[in-house]
Nanobody, 124 residues
Framework: QLQLVEAGGGSVQPGGRLRVSCEVT????VAWFRQIPGKEREGVAC????????FTTDISRDRFTIHRDSAKTTMFLQMNDLRPEDTAIYYC?????????????????????WGQGTQVTVSS
């Protein structure tokens, strides 16, 4: 049964760095989303089960890096040069391989399982 565990997050000053991780119990496509209070959840970055395909958004393209460990069970989102507007709850999401490879990896509807979310706060 697919399960995931998020870790990381916390508080940092503007310009600082944080890393969040998402460990899955089986091979799966994984993504990070975030939700700012009062706004809809938005995609941040996603990565295929084998780590070969990565997609970013305007949010993450220049400052965030997504990658998987060699065992392909833990996915990391390294966030650099954080800004106050990055303050949000960050959610990991996973999609079972059995559902096939053709999907919009930055769409909320593509995923089967969501983490509980981890708070990231950027403030001076």
């Amino acid at each position: 049964q697919l399960q995931l565990v998020e870790a990381g997050g916390g508080s940092v000053q503007p310009g600082g760095r944080l890393r969040v991780s998402c460990e899955v119990t089986e091979r799966a496509h994984v993504a990070w989303f975030r939700q700012i209070p009062g706004k809809e959840r938005e995609g941040v970055a996603c990565i295929s089960s084998d780590g070969m395909k990565k997609f970013t958004t305007d949010i993450s393209r220049d400052r965030f890096t997504i990658h998987r460990d060699s065992a392909k069970t833990t996915m990391f989102l390294q966030m650099n040069d954080l800004r106050p507007e990055d303050t949000a709850i960050y959610y990991c999401a996973a999609r079972r391989l059995i559902r096939g490879p053709n999907f919009d990896c930055l769409s909320n509807r593509a995923y089967d399982l969501w983490g509980q979310g981890t708070q990231v706060t950027v403030s001076s």
